[in-house]
Every structure is written in structure tokens, then in C-alpha cells.
Nanobody, 118 residues
Framework: QVQLVESGGGLVQPGGSLRLSCAAS????????MSWIRQAPGKGLEWVSG????????YYADSVKGRFTIPRDNAKNTLYLPMNSLEPEDTAVYYC???????????WGQGTQVTVSS
């Protein structure tokens, strides 16, 4: 069955960096567009970033553009989210999901907590 398992969250000071990982299994990872989505405390879901399956084109929410990237390693069936210049506003549970805002998200991971605080 399809599984998405996030890791790499934690507590970091403002201005710091973290790298999230999402290990995928149960499907042909290289064939699917993948996304990161987050939910801040008391707020709704926010799509953060996505990466195509074919040409590897990447897409970012304005709130993270220039600070986050979304590389994927198809040989390792793993999606990443390196995050730099973190701000308290980035505090959220981060989810890896298969799909995009346009096609919908068929599968989600369990989420990993990122807390940005001094």
C-alpha cells in the first residue's frame, strides 16, 4: 500500500535551517507529482511547494519562495524540503503528499512538526 513517512522536523531558532525528508513506498514514486503542505497552529492547510514527475519543474508558495527548495531523489524514492532562513511563521506540521493543488492530494504522510522559536 502507499506509504509516505516524513522525518526531520524539530525545534530551530529563527534564521536557522532544517531539512525534511519524505520516504515513499507502495507506488512508482518517479511517476508522480509530489507536494509539501503545512498546517500552522489554529490555521488551515497551506500548500508549500510541489515538484513535477517528468521535467522536475518546481513550484513554491510566495511565503517560502527563495528560502525553501523541493528536490527529489527518484532512486531513493525520497522527497526533501530543505528550509533556510526559517521564521516563527514557518512553525507548523509539515505533510508530504502525492499530488498537487490542481489534481488533488490522494495520499498524505503523518506529518512532522517544525517549531521555529528562540
Amino acid at each position: 500500500q502507499v506509504q509516505l513517512v516524513e522525518s526531520g522536523g524539530g525545534l530551530v531558532q529563527p534564521g536557522g535551517s532544517l531539512r525534511l525528508s519524505c520516504a515513499a513506498s507502495g507506488f512508482t514514486f518517479s511517476s508522480y507529482l509530489m507536494s509539501w503542505i503545512r498546517q500552522a497552529p489554529g490555521k488551515g492547510l497551506e500548500w508549500v511547494s510541489g515538484i513535477n514527475s517528468g521535467d522536475g519543474s518546481t513550484y513554491y508558495a510566495d511565503s517560502v519562495k527563495g528560502r525553501f527548495t523541493i528536490p527529489r531523489d527518484n532512486a531513493k524514492n525520497t522527497l526533501y524540503l530543505p528550509m533556510n532562513s526559517l521564521e516563527p511563521e514557518d512553525t507548523a506540521v509539515y505533510y508530504c503528499a502525492r499530488g498537487s493543488p490542481g489534481e488533488g492530494f490522494g495520499y498524505w504522510g503523518q506529518g512532522t512538526q517544525v517549531t521555529v522559536s528562540s
